[in-house]
């Protein structure tokens, strides 16, 4: 596999960045003392959205790190940041499942982060 230690770099980093950022955004979305979503967050749920589409690209046109399964990351990780727009637009108020959505995220990032290790 050609480059293998940079495909391994630039995956970790974007999946690094996606996660550390969904989790300060959980952490202030559940703070009961921040009542919305600032307008810098919704920057960086911008930016996850962004780099999700960049990594998911990178993947489909390498057939060396299919086995990554990561379009089962990127759906779950799809699945919380909808779940933090609805937050940010004011489509719901209600945080009551954000944290079982983190969770299910959280197991297909290891799940991501485990395999590129392995690559």
């Avoid at 983190?102 to 982060?113: H, Q, R, S, T, W």
């Amino acid at each position: 596999m050609p480059n293998t230690q940079k495909i391994k770099n630039y995956l970790n980093e974007k999946v690094e960045f996606i996660n550390e950022t969904f989790d300060d955004l959980y952490q202030n979305a559940i703070n009961p003392n921040n009542k919305d979503i600032s307008k810098s967050e919704i920057i960086l749920l911008s930016e996850i959205f962004s780099t999700l589409e960049a990594v998911d690209g990178f993947v489909s046109t390498h057939d060396d790190v299919e086995n990554l399964e990561f379009k089962s990351y990127a759906q779950e990780a799809r699945k919380f940041y909808d779940e933090l727009a609805r937050l940010a637009s004011d489509e719901t108020k209600d945080k009551s499942h954000l944290g079982q959505e983190f969770e299910n995220y959280l197991n297909k990032y290891e799940d991501v982060v485990a395999k590129i290790s392995n690559l």
